[in-house]
């Protein structure tokens, strides 16, 4: 499955932007969804992830309250809409797919497609 991801950009902080993620012709169904991102100088970290079983959410403690990520079935499109955005958001986000199983984690070995990435910039 090939992934794209899109909607990065330079935003300043308080703004708001929505990632998308999608794979033509593919429906996601009960995979396990997940984005992810990586700073400059550092690991890559899992930030929301959702099960396409028990459509459970899980969110890294830094975005709770500020993003959401949703499914539009119809669309055949994951998003990640993120608000209130700081400079230290800044990084590459990656969203992915996984094996289906109940509830979610933030384990790479979890996710068995990536997209290429897309770069959120927060800066004046």
């Known amino acids: 499955v090939q992934l794209q991801a899109s909607g990065g950009g330079l935003v300043q902080p308080g703004g708001s932007l929505r990632l998308s993620c999608a794979a033509a012709g593919y429906p996601f169904g009960r995979d396990t969804i997940g984005w992810f991102r990586q700073a400059p100088g550092k690991e890559r970290e899992g930030i929301a992830c959702?099960?396409?079983?028990?459509?459970?959410?899980r969110y890294t403690d830094s975005v709770k309250g500020r993003f959401t990520l949703s499914k539009n079935n119809a669309q055949e499109t994951v998003f990640l809409q993120m608000n209130s955005l700081q400079p230290d958001d800044t990084a590459v986000y990656y969203c992915?797919?996984?094996?289906?199983?109940?509830?979610?984690?933030?384990?790479?070995?979890?996710?068995?497609?990536w997209g290429p990435g897309t770069l959120v910039t927060v800066s004046r």
């Open positions: 992915a797919i996984g094996k289906t199983r109940y509830g979610c984690r933030f384990v790479p070995s979890d996710y068995e497609s």
């Open positions: 959702m099960s396409g079983v028990d459509r459970s959410r």
